[in-house]
């Protein structure tokens, strides 16, 4: 295929031909670590962040230089995710599992992954058009589901779809906290309270309102799982990211608070760190980074070559519902392609 502005940096990089042309365009810079760090933005992306320095005229050289060889399409070889193909077991057969943020990302790839392996699902999404196509999803494969529109900072809500679970199946076996939402990069001091707080609500009273209304439920069953979903930042510092650190590290400290005090009731609770992931959510990051003073000395997941596909996090997140995590609880799981090594 010929290049286009679509194309991402790690196609050219797997491409000797483009390789050369960046190598004579770009020499200061070809071998320096920005290029892996922008794996997944255009060139017009990665001259459009405020710190990085491609005059127009190297820029339009450049495009024209490519445009002149034929890239070979799709990814490599070694940047296919290889996910398992027993989707179709039954490890989680007749497990009632509850997932906040159902509606992209992690969230619609762990139902449809969860569905096909037996369980009973609850989706939740604060927006109900993809919620709702991701119920659609798992019905077109004979899944079982409902849906419920809810804002997990919300008590009402929360309450709301956990009942909605009772209701419709008489248990909760598994309660995945899910949804969380994106900072802006920037800096501490200019960071406001309303700034602050958003991230806050979402990433961490929401985990907690998840998390108290299950295990409610759990607690009068005398079982259950809570599944969290924190970050690498739950276990490191991010630059310019100060709310989201602080609430991922939060969102790690309540799941260890939560599975030593429910050990022996028969409830673990577990978290997952994913570090870059491919979602709508990440899609937003090289606008992010345009508009911020901030280009981090790495960018998630550059040690692998690549983000993490949602169904890599799902196969994850399936084997911690399954009956095979038995011995787990208290766990900050990290699956970040070795960007925290």
Do not use: W
């Not at 494969?141 to 009402?156: H, L, N, P, T």
């Not at 799982?225 to 924190?230: K, L, P, R, S």
């Not at 739950?234 to 309540?254: D, F, M, P, Q």
Request: proline share 3%; glycine share 8%.
């Amino acid at each position: 295929m010929a290049y286009n502005e679509n194309i991402k940096i790690r196609e050219l990089l797997n491409n000797t031909e483009a390789v050369g042309i960046l190598t004579t365009h770009l020499p200061e810079f070809i071998n320096a670590p920005t290029l892996k760090i922008a794996y997944d933005f255009t060139l017009n992306q990665l001259a459009a962040i405020r710190l990085v320095d491609i005059s127009e005229d190297t820029l339009v050289a450049l495009k024209n230089d490519l445009a002149g060889i034929t890239l070979v399409s799709g990814e490599t070889p070694k940047d296919k995710p290889t996910v398992s193909a027993n989707k179709k077991s039954d490890s989680l057969a007749g497990k009632v599992i509850t997932i906040t943020g159902a509606g992209s990302g992690i969230g619609r790839a762990s139902a449809v992954l969860m569905a096909a392996r037996g369980a009973k699902l609850v989706l939740v999404d604060y927006n109900s058009t993809t919620g709702q196509e991701t119920l659609e999803l798992v019905k077109e494969q004979d899944g079982e589901a409902i849906f419920v529109q809810a804002d997990v900072s919300k008590e009402d809500d929360v309450e709301n779809y956990i009942q909605q679970a009772i209701n419709t199946y008489g248990k909760i076996d598994v309660a995945f906290n899910n949804a969380g939402i994106l900072q802006q990069f920037q800096s501490f001091h200019s960071m406001t309270l309303e700034d602050f707080s958003r991230i806050i609500d979402v990433n961490l009273k929401g985990i907690f309102l998840g998390m108290k209304h299950a295990l409610r439920v759990m607690d009068e069953q005398g079982y259950g799982h809570v599944i969290n979903t924190a970050s690498t930042t739950a276990i490191r510092a991010e630059h310019s990211l100060a709310a989201y650190t602080a609430s991922k590290h939060g969102v790690a400290g309540l799941t260890k608070a939560a599975a030593l005090e429910y050990v022996r009731k028969g409830i673990r609770v577990n978290a997952i760190c994913p570090g870059g992931v491919a979602t709508t959510l990440t899609a937003a990051v090289p606008q992010m980074l345009q508009e911020s003073e901030y280009m981090p000395e790495e960018f998630p997941n550059m040690r692998i070559g690549r983000f993490a596909e949602p169904e890599e996090l799902a196969e994850v997140v399936a084997f911690l519902a399954s009956d095979g995590s038995s011995y787990m609880t208290g766990s900050i799981i990290v699956v970040d392609g070795g960007l925290t090594l």
